[in-house]
């Protein structure tokens, strides 16, 4: 069974923008739309997508009360900000250049632009940006316009050109938020944890106290197994603002460290794993499961012509808690959910089932890297079938041949099961080849949409493909054998 980690696409989009109604105007030119401000003494908080930040009241002009309409209007190109961001320039009190004032190089809203023409009003900015008089604003300008390419790339699916993108921002304006934390995102979605934990550190020495860059960090060491420093970031996030993902996030790596805080760790060449050493599992089983694990990552990599870019965390369970930890019901026998979670059973041996289950939540942290994060449910069920040896019975293609007939033209995907999910995978499989499923996957690397990537690498169409596959299992069936 899989289940897909925080969707970290929503901080990237947080950072890179949102509705907003006022307009701060400052005192060295430039116009900050935002979505809610208040003085506090001598300081100024106000909310923009990035989060909360913090100036003094000093730097304020005047606050412009607008329409949202209104707001995507300003006579000067607002720059992104961060917690440090605004900084007089040395002629606090000049006005925009003529240029600036008759023809900004783009409109406030990057919402209302296509991406050709953010593309293009990216290229004017970088022109913009060889000019000394221009360069700081334009800079900052660009960084913010390629965040947003980025981000469009990254909800996508292609997070190489994001990763491209976003990099690009950063040599603009090295501190750009969106950018910051855009980048880290996309390198925690790719499994690179260590350079997303390099760019967020170096991110927090700028803005440490932004809520996301925090939210990722913890991110950061959930994935390396630090659910204490997981725990005291997500904190730390919340205290910033208030957000349910996070929260959601903060409850589960709670639960996950009342049970497993005392578990040993055991590294592998592949592996991480975590257990009680002197509870349910035994040092027998664990060494054996060890073993098969590692044996099945050659397999799986030679298979999928693929090998995940961290090792891969395995934590081992007794029932209970496996259950206390996941709130997944009884019949759940695994899970993968960015690690593989095994409740043991009070098993003391390697067992048919057991090693099913093992092979089954590994093939899902393969086939995930692989395809991005963006493998469909069905494809990632039957694949993980097909890789722990199931088929199905007469009885099954009987009972998956009536609920087809029965459709009336609805996509069986989104009425979603195991058994149809293992029968188009196989037919797949059987009709083209294992090769175009591959194919299929590295196409949705890129950001091809599923059933594209599909039709694609088949050379047919994926509703004709389907049609094809229902066909085949209607048919006898209906024909009364």
């Not at 491209?164 to 790719?190: K, V």
């Not at 009680?276 to 060494?287: H, K, N, Q, R």
């Not at 950001?447 to 493909?465: M, Y």
Request: with cysteine; net charge negative; charged share 25%.
């Amino acid at each position: 069974m899989v289940k897909r980690r925080a969707a970290l696409l929503v901080f990237i989009a947080l950072a890179t923008g949102a509705a907003r109604a006022d307009v701060l105007h400052l005192k060295d030119g430039r116009s900050i739309p935002v979505e809610s401000w208040e003085y506090r003494g001598d300081q100024v908080v106000f909310e923009i997508p990035a989060g909360s930040v913090t100036i003094p009241r000093s730097l304020v002009l005047r606050v412009e009360a607008t329409t949202p309409s209104q707001a995507a209007k300003p006579a000067v190109t607002p720059a992104p900000v961060g917690e440090h961001s605004p900084r007089p320039s040395p002629r606090p009190e000049a006005k925009p250049s003529p240029r600036i004032t008759a023809k900004p190089p783009i409109p406030a809203d990057w919402t209302g632009l296509s991406v050709p023409e953010m593309q293009r009003a990216v290229e004017t900015l970088k022109r913009e940006a060889r000019d000394p008089q221009r360069r700081e604003q334009a800079s900052r300008q660009a960084a913010l316009g390629l965040s947003i390419l980025a981000a469009k790339s990254a909800e996508a699916g292609d997070l190489a050109a994001a990763q491209g993108l976003f990099g690009e921002a950063l040599t603009y304006d090295p501190r750009c938020l969106p950018a910051l934390i855009g980048l880290s995102a996309a390198y925690l979605r790719e499994g690179k944890d260590h350079y997303a934990r390099s760019q967020l550190e170096e991110a927090l020495l700028s803005f440490p106290k932004d809520p996301t860059l925090h939210y990722l960090m913890g991110e950061v060491h959930y994935t390396q197994e630090n659910l204490h420093d997981a725990i005291s970031e997500w904190e730390t996030s919340l205290n910033l603002k208030q957000d349910s993902r996070v929260a959601a996030r903060l409850e589960k790596a709670k639960r996950e460290f009342s049970v497993d805080e005392g578990f040993e760790r055991k590294d592998t060449a592949h592996f991480t794993f975590r257990y009680d050493e002197s509870g349910s599992v035994s040092p027998g089983l664990a060494s054996s499961l060890r073993d098969y694990l590692e044996e099945s990552y050659r397999e799986l990599s030679d298979r999928f012509q693929f090998a995940p870019s961290s090792p891969v965390t395995v934590v081992l369970y007794a029932t209970r808690e496996f259950h206390q930890v996941t709130q997944e019901p009884a019949s759940v026998s695994g899970l993968f959910d960015g690690k593989i979670r095994v409740p043991l059973g009070g098993l003391k041996t390697m067992s048919p089932p057991l090693r099913a289950v093992l092979v089954h939540e590994l093939t899902h942290a393969f086939v995930a890297g692989k395809s991005g994060g963006n493998c469909p449910r069905w494809l990632q069920e039957g694949l993980a079938q097909m890789q722990e040896g199931r088929s199905l019975s007469p009885g099954q293609e009987r009972a998956l041949a009536r609920d087809l007939a029965a459709s009336e033209g609805r996509s069986w995907y989104d009425d979603f099961s195991y058994p149809s999910s293992l029968s188009f995978t196989l037919y797949l499989t059987q009709k083209y080849s294992f090769a175009v499923v591959l194919q299929a996957l590295d196409r949705m690397k890129s950001g091809v949409p599923p059933e594209s990537a599909v039709g694609e690498a088949a050379g047919d169409s994926f509703e004709e493909i389907q049609k094809a596959w229902v066909a085949g299992l209607v048919q006898p069936f209906a024909e009364g054998r």
